[in-house]
């Protein structure tokens, strides 16, 4: 452990030299990486580059791909895993990005850890290290602090390395300290399972768009308007969930909602959907293609799937998640 300390303080003096340099446009959040964040965790004896040559499915730390699109980062820097589960994300910045105070980045990391159903997850630049409860769902409104429950500077990390590495560290997560961090610092207040929320959303969407079918829509029945919810919820979340990974052009469905005739633009958007995946939700029905429903019905729907009024991440929603939602959604 002294050793580490040791190289804790080149670290901590490294910085506090060069600290004006530092929160300069030209040192970016890449550098912030590869100067001071891969050797952070390194010192929790995490194997950043994967020197075991570990396969890809076992690797312990998994830089993710980082796609910007339109400005909007979709993933997080860091995944740490162990036995290829991930632990706990890590977002990192560069320095000039207050961490303290700037609610975005603590949004987004949130955003990340909350979709994929992680207790934890690290917001760091090197100069601030915040560790965020990310079983608490975010919000658009929240302030950088809400949900934060560890924040130091870099200047405090020799006081609390002992905390991080007993907390962080691959040691910590093996031998069950992590764990039970993540229990004695479990929020009662605010938190809920993304699982359940997500739910009860599409739950709201269903009642929405089940009364307007039928308002709009006299000569259905009931069978008929529960069908098409099904279908048009169904059809919808998995062209967002394209979206994310890549699949399908972002905000596609976004930019639909911005036109007139809503329903008839997601039915071609559907039509076209049905000849490249070639499955049967796309299936294409008359009946389902000419029924009647409001803009606004639509427009609230997609609306809620993009940030930030959406609290999601749907690159990074588990699979399992999903299969858990939509037999207790088919159920009700």
């Known amino acids: 452990m002294e050793e580490k300390f040791e190289n804790l303080n080149e670290l901590v003096e490294l910085f506090e030299r060069n600290k004006k340099q530092y929160h300069t446009k030209i040192y970016d959040e890449a550098n912030t990486r590869t100067d001071f964040i891969d050797k ?16 890809e499915t076992y690797r312990e730390v998994v830089r993710e791909d980082k796609v910007s699109i339109e400005g909007k980062q979709k993933a997080p820097d860091y995944s740490f895993r162990i036995g290829g589960m991930r632990k706990f994300f890590v977002e990192a910045k560069k320095p000039s990005v207050n961490i303290k105070d700037d609610p975005n980045p603590a949004f987004q990391v949130r955003r990340y850890g909350y979709t994929a159903k992680l207790p934890l997850s690290i917001l760091t630049d090197f100069e601030e290290f915040a560790v965020y409860d990310t079983r608490i769902k975010p919000s658009k ?9 560890f924040y130091c500077s870099f200047d405090e990390y020799k006081k609390n390395f002992d905390f991080i590495f007993n907390t962080f560290s691959k040691e910590a997560i093996l031998k069950g300290s992590f764990d039970l961090f993540v229990q004695e610092n479990k929020n009662k207040k605010g938190t809920s399972e993304v699982d359940k929320e997500l739910l009860k959303l599409i739950e709201n969407w269903r009642e ?60 071609l958007l559907f039509e076209k959907a049905n000849d490249k995946y070639n499955s ?12 009647k429903i409001d803009d606004k019905t639509c427009i609230d729907i997609i609306k809620a799937l993009y940030y930030p009024e959406c609290p999601y991440e749907f690159s990074i929603l588990p699979v399992e998640i999903l299969g858990n939602i939509y037999e207790k959604f088919l159920g009700k």
């Not at 409104?141 to 429950?149: E, G, Q, V």
């Not at 007139?260 to 633009?265: H, L, S």
């Not at 049967?280 to 029924?291: P, V």
Request: hydrophobic residues 40%; proline residues 1%; negative net charge.
């Open 40 to 55: 952070f965790f390194e010192l929790l004896d995490w194997d950043v580059r994967n020197e075991q040559g570990y396969s």
């Open 141 to 149: 409104n929240d302030k950088a602090s809400t949900a934060r429950i």
């Open 280 to 291: 049967g939700l796309f299936l294409n029905q008359t009946w389902l293609n000419e029924i």
């Open 208 to 267: 929405s768009l089940a009364k307007n079918i039928a308002l709009r829509n006299g000569d259905l029945k009931l069978r008929e308007v529960n069908t098409a919810v099904q279908k048009i919820i169904d059809r919808i979340i998995f062209l967002r969930i394209a979206e994310d990974k890549e699949i399908e052009p972002y905000e596609q469905l976004l930019n639909i909602s911005k036109k007139e005739n809503v329903y008839k633009e997601l039915v």
